[in-house]
């Protein structure tokens, strides 16, 4: 797989951050509780988190759904860490484009 050529803001292009497993909340609530965390430091100043990333026809992007990759928009394969303390089994989310 060639490397994802996506355009990422700055503000996402930060260093890997430690695994907190105490914010390793990642499936809906049944109970309903509104201090469930999914996102536990990933530009926490803005109301809400959204990248937009371009990907050129024949590239293809593995962008993170467990919000704790260092590199996210993009997966750096933090959620084998957090898969392994919560028992849970989220993955990345493949892109492709098709030349």
Sequence with gaps: MRPCRASIPRRHQSAPRPFSRSLCVTR???AGDKDVIINPD???DS?????MMTVKAGDKCVVCRCWRSG?????????VAHNKATGDNVG???????K
């Excluded at 109301?47 to 990248?51: C, L, R």
């Excluded at 990345?92 to 098709?98: G, L, N, Q, Y």
């Design 28 to 30: 809906a609530n049944p």
């Design 42 to 44: 990933i530009d926490k």
């Design 47 to 51: 109301d809400k988190v959204a990248s």
């Design 71 to 79: 590199t996210f928009p993009l997966c750096d394969g933090s959620h």
């Design 92 to 98: 990345p989310a493949i892109v492709s484009v098709e």
